[in-house]
């Protein structure tokens, strides 16, 4: 995934300072892993329906963070895909680290409900409009 966004700049117009990630489910937990392991190529990492694998947790414990990207967590109270228990310790970890993010939680199964595609909007708009 990293070799992929470093070569968009080669096929695409692009800015790679100005990267945001969107990742729902799985896609999520592969975008969560690759923000953790290089912090500073996404401005923002939307994490919806999703969670940080177990082992990237540990394996970044006692890793100090100079800078993290703002994040983005949706995640349904209903979810019986990926419990809301995942996404919890995604949020704590983050905040531990010195992470911005912003949680939002409604009352549905595996997927975002349109108050969190609302929010998502709003993070949007608010980290863009931030420069």
């Known amino acids: 995934m990293q070799r992929f966004i470093f070569s968009l700049e080669n096929v695409y117009p692009v800015d790679l300072t100005q990267l945001y990630g969107f990742g729902f489910s799985q896609g999520g937990a592969l975008l969560s892993s690759l923000s953790l392991r290089e912090p500073m190529l996404f401005r923002g990492v939307a994490v919806l329906a999703s969670f940080i694998p177990g082992v990237i947790l540990k394996e970044n414990e006692g890793r100090f963070y100079e800078a993290l990207p703002d994040f983005y967590i949706s995640h349904g109270s209903e979810d ?8 919890l310790a995604a949020k704590e970890f983050l905040e531990s680290k010195g992470a911005a993010v912003e949680y939002h939680v409604d009352k549905v199964g595996h997927k975002i ?13 608010k980290l863009t409009t931030s420069d």
């Open 80 to 87: 019986n895909v990926i419990p809301i228990e995942r996404s």
């Open 113 to 125: 409900s349109t108050s969190g595609i609302r929010g998502l909007r709003t993070w949007i708009e």
